[in-house]
């Protein structure tokens, strides 16, 4: 009988034993799982605030060539949300479908005849009929927004203007780009026809009216982009652009006789101040920029971004100080966990070590065996927590990092154009624990097991076999 309870009690002590390390390799996996995910949420805020400031700076470069080639260029918009420029003895001008302000046509002669100015090129832009429902992923929530399809340009198809000004995309694709006297044709973006699915040849239908693609064009720099705001927080849009004859779309739209934007150039450098001046005085309703504005409002722009960036940076400053903490404070309870559950394993097979030392077994021997069993433990838990750390990386960081997002808020340059210096890095980032740190967070692993078993492990090399065949 007493034989037969002994076997009883040994097995309830190993299933017990089985249960207790399961139990600890999965502390200990979430602990390293912990460890891996808070570096690669570091890693990703970094990488992604970089990326962010080289695109700005890039952005930056690109609109400051614009500009320098705009030392003659005087851009005028309707204002939008108050009536257009219209001059007397004109039929007034209207507002489009969707809210668009129109300048009356015969406002371009009037500017023409200023002194100074070599010429004015007229474009109307319209937003497409059709709509597209677009989810939007915010700090938040979720957002679905509808927004046009694609935007319409039509411009001027003369070919002392098409040769001389930038008024048509270059990139083209394939086919052709429009030509003087084209009518009934369209110019459309890459991106526009992969949606779409069309081709050169095929017919599209714009305001209930069918034309023909005779060329698409790949778009390039901000004109691919467009920055959107939606409850105050950034997203970009893949913008989607046709380009047509601008009586085509007066025709369709019915703004005969209106246009929505004027390019005014100048003869000389010198005569830019003077037509400014002259339209805005003539035209208060509308916004006039010169080559001077948009260079103060890129600076502008520059100093908001600068502000931004610091900003930025501290709050990387402060997720390393967290992060730092955080890991600290998962290596000593890591340790903790080993430590106390080696130390438990020594108490409950003491008898088990007097058999080992009474039939040979010597301190060294003892002490390397239970160190082991720490080094295993923690070599299980390592795996199954770098599994769980890949896999969760993205969801841990977010839980356990503080939150970067130093681009809230959509940036203007000048009216017309925004200056899109990146997204809100809460939508953009993604943690992916990287090999370096896979294989760190490994090695740790193994020597924490090392580490928290090696008291235990010196205490039961030194317990006396007397002592220990007596302990019950």
Known sequence: MKALGALTRAVKNVSRRKIRTFLVIIALSFSIAIMVSIPAG???????????????????SDIQKEINKTATL?????????PSAVPSGAPPSGFGQRGEAFINETVVDEIRSIEGVKDVVPFLEVSSEETTNETVNTPRGSFTISRPLYTIIGV?????????YAILPTNITAGRNLYEGDSGVLLVSSNLSDYLG???????????ECFSVVGIYEPAGQAATEVRTVYMNVYTAQRRTVYMNISDLQRITGNVGNTSRLDVYAADASYVDGIAEVIKTAY????????KDRLQNLERTQEMYQTTLENAESTLSQMQTVAFQEIVIVIVATSLIVLFTMLYTVRERTKEIGILKAIGFSNWNVMSQFMLEGILISLMAGVVGIAMGIVGAPLLSSLLLPSVNPFPTQQQGFPGQTVNFGTALSQSVTAVPDLQTILLVFGVAVALGAVGSLYPAWRAARTSPMEALRYE
């Open 42 to 60: 570091v890693i990703a805020n970094q990488k992604a605030t970089q990326g962010i400031s080289e695109d700005y700076n890039k952005i930056i």
């Open 74 to 82: 005087i851009e005028i918009r309707a204002s939008s949300g108050r």
């Open 156 to 164: 001027p198809l003369n070919s002392s203007l098409i040769d001389s």
């Open 198 to 208: 069309v081709g050169v040849g095929d017919k599209v239908e714009v305001y209930g």
């Open 284 to 291: 208060p309703e509308l916004y006039v920029t010169t080559y």
